[in-house]
């Protein structure tokens, strides 16, 4: 094989050419900019989700229509994000995790092909939160993506084939892997789920040619296995000193210290750093671990090439409310009262929008972005949260009214940014938690008396707002309420329209500028997946999305989990509880696009 | 990996649920239908060597029914993906009042245990006995809930030297939870804080003698150490669940015979516990 040359964070050989195509799938830095093409789930590195297609814009989108659509035959939730490379759509699917090729060239999008991995069937029973996959990534001619059940696959996009399969993880210990991964270079970064069952989060690069393991970086335990090291730059004191992964805990309690790593992950070429999140603590009990217990709940820069950390911060030190830190880092360039900045930007599950510098991890601002009663703010000094401490759960005492409740101000459900109206487009969530200690659980033939979580909304009777946020003012530009949490990905194009949709089914496109909604239609399954957009071999932009309610939010359908009982899902049936009335389960691709003018 | 699972499991939710409820019909011999973890001694495994799979036999045999398992690990998630979805109609334990089952009648009561080996002599009984403050105790982690005397050392600030065993352990491994139990008689842990049925079976068959010493329930703590446990049948299956509560008072000398033969340590029940509440 050629060796990698790169210049300017792009790869200039391109190692394989999809056969046919119209417009070749090249190098990932030149397809992620080639915008007839989706070849990420955030279109880009920089996790922007713009696409610079206008065919489709805020004067026409009231004609958009359905063009074609395709049935996955799975009632679980549909998380991920289609891909587009060359001339074949990609759909991976929740478990079993199948993998659709669809050819675009065909009248109605013909299947090319289907990839089964087979994933071990135990797998359902392990994973916490729905059976869920956030989507594949295209590199090297190849479909890249992880199954339930612990593997990271390649498949030839041409073909179909396998090309390699590699193993990261044990579902016999509570490993899952749902996250969709990022490819640099030459490394396929993905990491794990589970937190809840005990395991140990981590992030791992693979060989793109060969899948075979370059590096893991661990969430918790002795700086050597978080790969923490002379280069590891903290901007906070907080997050200085040596073994904080063990120190934080009491003896021995990160090695099941949870930090998983579900979420996303971005990545600046110019400073040649990845930029992700670690999820919130466990299996323990918060008073079974005091300390701030690092590194969970914590956003990592690190080298993609070695996996050495530059620098951290642990947004939730010692995390009460299940906040994990894993949701998308978008970075951007913004001027910040005439200095240009170089800012990540990363609404967190905690309800505060964190602004920070990329290069140094120093917070410019974090403003609340959702109704939040459990944080006060957050101090730029040290970067720590002013926690509530009313809001804190105590056992065997109710708790009420802690806002934002445990999928937090805002879940992975990932943004989008546009560079024409320098505004960050937010799904997210409205809702509150109820915390007790009375529900007598079960587990392995052992009773125990669980926290008793119930989600409401949060105040004004809705569930879910999607907003706009203008980051240099730190403020909302506009919001539109909506039922149920906005579970889904955002889009935003150069027709400056904004894509999104509602657990109560709907594919809605507004204003980019004004919020004011433009078209929408009603899909056959709630929306929780990612829109996307694509120009089509015959020239026409499309916009596709994959309905199928489930994941976390709409577990009460998916797994057909009983809406008198408030407590299902972890607390969050008691939220969404009038869904079985509004949607049922089935995942199905809808394609739009806009009428042929009339001759 | 298994598709024959989701086949077993199509046909048995064409089979009537019936089958036990009485109407032999002309679908021919009356089934039970139980859902149970395949590896979790002393309750259940797939060879059938638990305590739960005799007393599903018994069942069985009393309602003159065929005893067919639905085979599922029982972790978070369990009774969502086996009992609510239609693969069977009765879990062999659950908490009494258990919130997302109709629960029959409690038959055991048993409570949390200290487990330590008998050459150490330690004679414990309570939690907040001063010692346990320097011993170093092993405990089951659940998840994000954890078992009662967990939580109520927490409260005590003891920490620094408690060792979380995951109950899910490593699932390739024969009955994971037995970990803990084995942990104290090699004297990784001085003491072990375990639900009492699988302290009881694991100390008896531990290479050292273990003392198994039920907790008393602390006067300054809500948290209960005592449990009562019940068959558990979908909510709104009454004719099921009443069927099931007259077998279990007619088996009730067998039944406390069997739970003796795994020598779960087991409590009067209080005299209003048949009603409801753990």
């Known amino acids: 094989m050629s060796p990698i040359v790169r210049r300017a964070g792009t790869l200039l050989l391109a190692c394989t050419i999809v056969q046919g195509a119209a417009h070749a799938a090249q190098d990932i830095g030149s397809a992620m900019n080639d915008d007839s093409q989706w070849i990420m789930p955030a279109k880009d590195y920089a996790s922007t989700r713009f696409s610079r297609l206008d065919q489709v814009n805020a004067g026409n989108v009231k004609q958009l229509q359905v063009a074609w659509t395709f049935s996955t035959g799975l009632v679980h939730g549909h998380e991920a994000a289609p891909l587009v490379v060359g001339n074949t759509m990609y759909i991976v699917t929740p478990y079993p995790n199948y993998l659709y090729a669809i050819d675009l060239k065909g009248e109605g999008g013909p299947l090319k092909w289907t990839y089964k991995p087979h994933p071990e069937r135990a797998s359902q029973g392990v994973a916490c939160c729905d059976v869920v996959n956030r989507g594949a990534a295209y590199a090297d001619g190849k479909i890249i993506f992880n199954t339930l059940d612990d593997h990271t696959v390649a498949v030839d996009a041409e073909t179909g084939k396998e090309v390699w399969k590699t193993k990261l993880g044990e579902i016999n210990l509570g490993e899952t892997m749902t996250m969709a991964p990022l490819v640099v270079k030459d490394k396929v970064l993905v990491g794990n789920s589970g937190g809840e069952m005990g395991v140990r989060g981590w992030i791992t690069a693979l060989d793109v040619k060969t899948g075979k393991q370059a590096w893991r970086a661990y969430s918790t335990g002795p700086d050597a296995d978080v790969l923490i090291g002379p280069d590891f730059k903290p901007f906070y004191q907080k997050d200085r000193g040596k073994d904080l992964g063990v120190s934080t805990w009491p003896p021995g309690q990160w090695k099941m210290g949870g930090g998983s790593v579900w979420g996303w992950i971005s990545y600046d070429p110019a400073s040649n750093l990845i930029y992700y999140g670690s999820a919130n603590p466990g299996p323990w009990n918060p008073a079974q671990r005091p300390?701030?217990?690092?590194?969970?709940?914590?956003?990592?820069?690190?080298?993609?090439?070695?996996?050495?950390a530059k620098w951290a911060v642990q947004y939730n030190p010692h995390d009460l409310h299940d906040y994990d830190g894993v949701n998308e880092n978008v970075l951007v360039d913004l001027d910040l009262g005439g200095t240009p900045r170089k800012v990540l930007l990363h609404p967190d599950r905690n309800g505060y929008l964190y602004m920070m510098d990329r290069i140094t991890g120093q917070i410019i601002s974090a403003p609340p972005f959702a109704y939040s009663t459990s944080i006060k703010s957050i101090d730029l000094k040290t970067g720590l949260p002013a926690l509530n401490e009313d809001?804190?759960?105590?056992?065997?005492?109710?708790?009420?009214?802690?806002?934002?409740?445990?999928?937090?101000?805002?879940?992975?459900?990932?943004?989008?940014?546009?560079?024409?109206?320098r505004l960050?487009?937010?799904?997210?969530?409205?809702?509150?938690?109820?915390?007790?200690?009375?529900?007598?659980?079960?587990?392995?033939?052992?009773?125990?008396?669980?926290?008793?979580?119930?989600?409401?909304?949060?105040?004004?009777?809705?569930?879910?707002?999607?907003s706009a946020w203008d980051p240099?003012?730190?403020?909302?530009?506009?919001?539109?309420?909506?039922?149920?949490?906005?579970?889904?990905?955002?889009?935003?194009?150069?027709?400056?329209?904004?894509?999104?949709?509602?657990?109560?089914?709907?594919?809605?496109?507004?204003?980019?500028?004004?919020?004011?909604?433009?078209?929408?239609?009603?899909?056959?399954?709630?929306?929780?997946?990612?829109?996307?957009?694509?120009?089509?071999?015959?020239?026409?932009?499309?916009?596709?999305?994959?309905?199928?309610?489930?994941g976390w939010s709409g577990a009460v359908v998916a797994g057909g989990l009983d809406k008198k009982v408030p407590y299902g899902a972890l607390g969050f049936v008691n939220a969404v509880k009038d869904l079985p009335d509004d949607t049922a389960a089935g995942g199905m691709l809808y394609v739009f696009a806009l009428p042929d003018a009339k001759p | 990996m298994k598709p024959a699972g989701h086949l077993i499991a199509a046909i048995m939710l064409c089979m009537p649920a019936l089958a036990v409820a009485g109407a032999p019909a002309a679908a021919g011999?009356?089934?039970?239908?139980?859902?149970?973890?395949?590896?979790?001694?002393?309750?259940?495994?797939?060879?059938?060597?638990?305590?739960?799979?005799?007393?599903?036999?018994?069942?069985?045999?009393?309602?003159?029914?065929?005893?067919?398992?639905?085979?599922?690990?029982?972790?978070?998630?369990?009774?969502?993906?086996?009992?609510?979805?239609?693969?069977?109609?009765?879990?062999?334990?659950?908490?009494?009042?258990?919130?997302?089952?109709?629960?029959?009648?409690?038959?055991?009561?048993?409570?949390?245990?200290?487990?330590?080996?008998?050459?150490?002599?330690?004679?414990?009984?309570?939690?907040?006995?001063?010692?346990?403050?320097?011993?170093?105790?092993?405990?089951?982690?659940?998840?994000?809930?954890?078992?009662?005397?967990?939580?109520?050392?927490?409260?005590?600030?003891?920490?620094?030297?408690?060792?979380?065993?995951?109950?899910?352990?490593?699932?390739?491994?024969?009955?994971?939870?037995a970990r803990l139990i084995e942990a104290v008689a090699r004297g990784d842990v001085d003491v072990a804080i375990a639900w009492g049925p699988l302290a009881g079976y694991f100390a008896r068959q531990a290479p050292a003698e273990l003392a198994v010493a039920p907790i008393d329930q602390p006067d300054d703590a809500p948290l209960p150490m005592q449990f009562s446990v019940s068959l558990g049948v979908r909510k709104g299956d009454h004719a099921l669940k009443d069927r099931l509560d007259s077998v279990l008072q007619k088996l009730r000398p067998e039944i406390d015979v069997l739970l003796r033969d795994y020598a779960v340590p087991l409590l009067n029940a209080p005299p209003d516990m048949a009603a409801s509440g753990p």
């Open chain 1, 291 to 308: 300390g701030d217990n690092k590194w969970t709940s914590t956003i990592f820069a690190r080298d993609p090439d070695t996996g050495a």
């Open chain 1, 472 to 550: 240099v003012a730190g403020k909302e530009a506009w919001s539109i309420r909506e039922h149920y949490p906005v579970w889904s990905g955002a889009l935003v194009t150069a027709g400056d329209v904004v894509f999104y949709g509602t657990m109560d089914r709907w594919f809605k496109a507004v204003d980019a500028k004004t919020g004011k909604e433009l078209w929408r239609f009603r899909t056959g399954s709630g929306i929780i997946g990612q829109p996307i957009t694509y120009k089509g071999p015959d020239g026409k932009q499309y916009v596709a999305v994959l309905s199928g309610v489930g």
């Open chain 2, 29 to 177: 011999e009356p089934v039970l239908r139980v859902c149970a973890d395949p590896n979790n001694l002393p309750f259940s495994n797939a060879k059938e060597e638990g305590f739960e799979n005799r007393l599903a036999r018994m069942v069985g045999n009393a309602l003159h029914a065929r005893v067919e398992y639905t085979w599922w690990a029982q972790r978070r998630g369990f009774v969502r993906n086996t009992l609510k979805a239609g693969l069977c109609d009765v879990v062999m334990g659950v908490p009494s009042g258990y919130g997302l089952a109709l629960t029959t009648r409690p038959y055991y009561r048993s409570t949390f245990v200290f487990v330590y080996r008998k050459d150490r002599a330690y004679d414990l009984h309570a939690l907040d006995d001063p010692r346990l403050a320097t011993l170093k105790i092993g405990l089951h982690v659940l998840g994000n809930d954890n078992p009662p005397p967990a939580l109520i050392l927490a409260r005590r600030g003891i920490t620094d030297n408690v060792i979380g065993y995951s109950i899910y352990g490593d699932y390739r491994d024969a009955n994971p939870p």
């Open chain 1, 424 to 466: 960050l487009y937010l799904p997210h969530n409205h809702l509150c938690m109820d915390v007790t200690a009375s529900e007598v659980g079960y587990i392995a033939g052992t009773p125990f008396v669980g926290m008793e979580v119930k989600m409401n909304d949060a105040p004004g009777g809705y569930g879910g707002v999607f």
């Open chain 1, 391 to 421: 809001k804190t759960p105590r056992q065997g005492e109710l708790v009420k009214d802690i806002c934002p409740a445990a999928p937090g101000g805002k879940d992975w459900q990932p943004s989008a940014w546009s560079p024409r109206t």
